[in-house]
């Protein structure tokens, strides 16, 4: 059974950490009901979705997927860079338990799954503001008697390494080559967003779908010209928080 978990928005969402964007308003009530239609389109792609109820307190706590890492063997729950943010890890821990044995990742690391790209077995791993390189080694250190490995990558210009590549099918990902390199993931086949829309390579694959923000239009252009299957959903109101479609679930067969 396809699961997706995820969180209800933050009525404080306006109060979000802030990295890379300058901060503009965000309507809380859009913002709900966008989130709300993403959830609707997981569940037309086959997820079951289990929401947890929002964190008044938390204003960041529906990017959950910041919060654990997934895999078919486990789940680890991260350290955010952000102190404001680990609050949220407790309860994710808790929706992740019955689905999966959990380890975490412990000071002095810090993680934000944002910073964390899956391709087959090895885990590309972004340092930035929010993960550093002791992560990397502790990540490495729990997932390799599993078959993975993971793997420091440098980026710039964005807040996580998933807002400059994400994977759109099984060898190709979608990727702002002026903020990441492409060289550095083995030879995968990348398309690259459009120019005129920096901030689009954040997709999520379901499946032989890509869900994705309707705010990107020439880079959906390009993902389709590439034979893919494009669903957009509007996710404006989440992306003035530096979120994007990966940010806001974890996504897993249970």
């Not at 955010?80 to 019955?98: D, F, H, K, T, W």
């Not at 590309?124 to 250190?141: C, I, K, P, W």
Request: with cysteine.
């Amino acid at each position: 059974m396809l699961t997706a978990i995820t969180r209800a928005v933050s009525p404080n969402i306006n109060q979000c950490e802030l990295t890379h964007l300058a901060r503009k308003p965000i309507d809380f009530k859009v913002a709900r009901t966008q989130h709300q239609h993403y959830e609707e389109a997981l569940q037309a792609l086959g997820y079951e979705v289990k929401t947890l109820p929002a964190e008044a307190a938390l204003p960041d706590s529906v990017f959950v997927e910041d919060t654990a890492i997934v895999l078919d063997e486990l789940a680890i729950i991260t350290r955010p860079g952000a102190a404001s943010r680990r609050p949220e890890v407790e309860s994710i821990r808790q929706a992740l338990e019955p689905f999966r044995s959990v380890q975490t990742v412990q000071a002095p690391a810090l993680l934000d799954g944002g910073d964390v790209l899956k391709i087959g077995k090895r885990l590309y791993v972004g340092l930035s503001t929010r993960t550093n390189r002791e992560a990397v080694g502790q990540l490495h250190g729990i997932v390799a008697p599993y078959g993975y490995s993971a793997h420091a990558v440098e980026f710039q210009g964005c807040l996580h390494l998933k807002s400059a590549v994400t994977c759109v099918g099984e060898c190709t990902l979608l990727i702002n080559p002026e903020w990441v390199v492409p060289d550095g993931f083995d030879g995968i086949d990348c398309i690259a967003v459009d120019p005129s829309e920096p901030f689009a390579a954040n997709a999520l694959q379901v499946g032989n779908t890509v869900l994705y923000p309707a705010q990107y239009p020439a880079t959906a252009q390009r993902l389709r010209q590439q034979g893919l299957t494009v669903m957009t959903v509007d996710a404006s109101e989440l992306s003035k928080a530096e979120g994007g479609v990966t940010c806001c679930s974890l996504t897993f067969e249970a």
